[in-house]
């Protein structure tokens, strides 16, 4: 059997992952580094103003649109307590929904354009306006991480 010549192999798996990762769009976010940066990793966190809860923060509004687009998912507020349920919900915004918007507004989907959509709303990335100074706080805060 001829032996196979690897030097070339992993050069062009590298190309080969970086061609995808610019036609898929960005790489997905660190859910760890957002945990912290929302609750400190507590997910017990409740922020009255906005009703927000769990590890990642998960407001009404985003459980609602993803029981919405996962017919048979009924969760609940409470169910938010759960790390689990919260993940699950986090991710699929933050690595799936947040990115169709983008894809949708025709912007480019970038870590630092989920993240503004993820926490001050995709207005913000559709509009091109100024980012609030919480947002500007956040970005640092995962890019420090």
């Known amino acids: 059997?001829?032996?196979?010549d690897l030097r070339w192999f992993l050069p062009a798996v590298l190309l080969y992952s970086l061609l995808v990762a610019s036609v898929c769009g960005a790489e997905e976010?660190?859910?760890?580094?957002?945990?912290?940066?929302?609750?400190?990793?507590?997910?017990?966190?409740?922020?009255?103003?906005d009703n927000s809860r769990g590890i990642f923060q998960i407001t009404p509004i985003c459980l609602k649109e993803y029981n919405n687009f996962h017919?048979?998912?009924?969760y609940t507020m409470d169910d938010l307590w759960n790390v689990s349920v919260?993940?699950?919900i986090a991710d699929w915004y933050i690595n799936?929904?947040?990115?169709?918007?983008?894809?949708?507004?025709g912007k480019e989907d970038t870590l630092e354009n989920r993240i503004i959509a993820f926490n001050a709303g995709i207005s913000y990335v559709v509009s091109g306006k100024p980012i609030p100074k919480?947002?500007?706080?956040?970005?640092?805060?995962?890019?420090?991480?």
């Not at 017919?71 to 009924?74: H, N, R, S, V």
């Open 1 to 4: 059997m001829d032996k196979i």
């Open 29 to 49: 976010i660190n859910m760890d580094k957002i945990a912290m940066i929302e609750s400190s990793g507590n997910p017990l966190a409740w922020n009255k103003k």
């Open 71 to 74: 017919p048979g998912a009924e």
């Open 86 to 88: 919260s993940t699950l």
């Open 96 to 105: 799936k929904r947040i990115p169709q918007m983008i894809k949708h507004y």
């Open 134 to 145: 919480i947002t500007k706080d956040y970005l640092r805060k995962y890019n420090e991480q």
